[in-house]
């Protein structure tokens, strides 16, 4: 059984915006990764229960290539591409569900339009410190993913019996991905309930993870081989691992959006490595992500350091300047705060 952590006032709340709408817009953060994406794409089957006029996904810009063999991912609409369709959308929408971010500005260029939006508006993530733009908030930090937290409150609401295979292989791909493949941010038993419940549901764990670990370009795997020889730097006394790409590398490498992901963790392997971030170039900033294993708290040195957030193992931020401006800060960074200051 599952413990039950969620506010039952507002999953009442949910319930009665979920019977009373009609148009239904579900966004999520910009860059989507597998959370976002499975999240939505979840709550998106399950609504398909309900007899309702209209029901899509809109996300700021693409997702990776090995998360669109996910029901439902062709008929989600980017922003980028389809501007006006998806403002009209979110205008024209009596209820929209925000989900898998914590701040409005994560939408990237479409926040100005979702806040202008009439509809009732339903937070629901799993990072730290929500902005209050919602009618109604459910944000548990202590959640392995926001699919996970969606899952419960569709079982809080008494409709896990319309959970069917379509939305449990969203929702066991975003819990995958957000925990890396469960070896972190995962050690609750609640999390093992759920995967139990969603293989009753007649999902492949085994197959999910081949799609969305095992299947990758060639320009890919050149780009890892590519890191790891020539980009990776240690600072071992800091058991530390640091790359960084520009634009012009990911260029050479024909990259395409979702190239580098999980890139980050694989310093981790390591001996001796608890540390490990990796620096993007894009047009107008570098990209950080951040990965820890132990008790280091890279979400304390992402939110000193680059304006950003998230997991106390997995976390992410922003620096507006060159890569190597920003790899002057994080090794500033590291002579304050480093693994060594903290039990191992």
Known sequence: MLTKLIDSEKVHRIKNLIDKGEKFVIVAHEMPDGDAIGSSLGLYHYLMSFDKKSIKVIVPNNFPEFLKWMPGARDIVLNDQYSDFASQLIAEADVMFCLDLNAIRRVGKMAATVMASDAQKILIDHHLEPENFCDVTLSYPQMSSTSELIFRIICALGDVDMIEKDAAECFYTGMMTDTGSFTYNSNNDGIYTIISELIKKGIDKDEIYRKVNQVYSENRLRLMGYVL?????????????????????????????????????????????????????????????????????????????????????????????????????????????NPNNFDK
Not at 295 to 321: L, Q, R, V
Not at 330 to 336: A, R, V
């Open 229 to 337: 020889y020539q980009k990776m730097h240690i600072f071992a006394s800091e058991h530390t691992a640091i790359f960084s790409l520009s634009q012009e590398e990911l260029n050479r490498f024909r990259y395409k959006t979702g190239d580098t992901e999980g890139f980050v963790n694989l310093p981790l392997s390591i001996k001796g490595i608890s540390f490990a971030a990796f620096l993007r170039e894009e047009t107008n900033l570098i990209k950080i992500s951040l990965r820890s294993v132990g008790e280091f708290p890279c979400n304390k040195f992402a939110a000193t350091y680059f304006n950003g957030g998230g997991h106390k193992n997995a976390s992410g931020g922003e620096f507006y300047g060159s890569l190597q401006e920003a790899q002057k800060v994080f090794e500033k960074g590291l002579k304050q705060l």
